[in-house]
């Protein structure tokens, strides 16, 4: 009997989706459909294990080998920096990480920059790059508020469909880096599951190109 594959799955509409997926390449695990507040579902016959977890915690899961495999948006990878393997972008949950800042207006680069964002180390290493001085302000959300109310002159945050920041009279300054989903892997895990994770792995690119 091989051991058993866990994996973690961000909570919410993207882990729903890529949930759907690798029940489609015949990892499903019935009992996930049941609903309620159970986080951790298994299927002893095709021998894998899910956990639904926070989203920004996946790469936690996955680093520290609690989970073989998981999936999370490369901007937690990017922000975490963690160690892990980055086996497949899923295509899904498009994104881009940007810097945005009251329509009409420009930081003024006499000064240091005061940049508000729930993403400090991408923010860090992205003015570092251009020699750029800031001054970082920590938020966990709504993020858009903060150049309104002059608190910071720019943010850096995820923007998708862009009404956020329109709705806020906020525009895209600068664009950092596209972000989407990835499926990592443990890295002792890959190293001794390697054919497992590759075919899972694969099934899972050809289902994700089909979508695409
Ligand atoms: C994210 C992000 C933006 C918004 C962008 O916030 O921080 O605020 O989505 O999406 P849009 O371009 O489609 O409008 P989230 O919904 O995670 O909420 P938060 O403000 O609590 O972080």
Known sequence: MQNK???ALPKGRLGEKVYDIFEKIGY????????????IFENEENGVRYFWVKPSDVAVYVE???ADIGVVGKDILLEQSSDVYELLDLGMG???MA??????????FAHTLRVATKFPNIAREY???QSREIDIIKLH???EIAPILKMSDVIVDIVETGTT???????????????????IANKASYKFNTQRIRQMCDKIAVICEKND
């Open 5 to 7: 594959i866990n994996i």
């Open 28 to 39: 499903g695990c019935p009992a996930i459909h049941e609903g309620g507040r159970k986080l």
């Open 64 to 66: 520290r080998g609690a």
């Open 94 to 96: 498009k994104c881009r």
């Open 99 to 108: 810097v945005a800042g009251v329509k009409g207006e420009r930081p003024d």
């Open 127 to 129: 003015y570092r790059k």
């Open 141 to 143: 959300g709504s993020i």
């Open 165 to 183: 920041l329109k709705e806020n009279n906020l525009e895209v300054l600068e664009e950092i880096v596209p972000i989407s989903a990835r499926l």
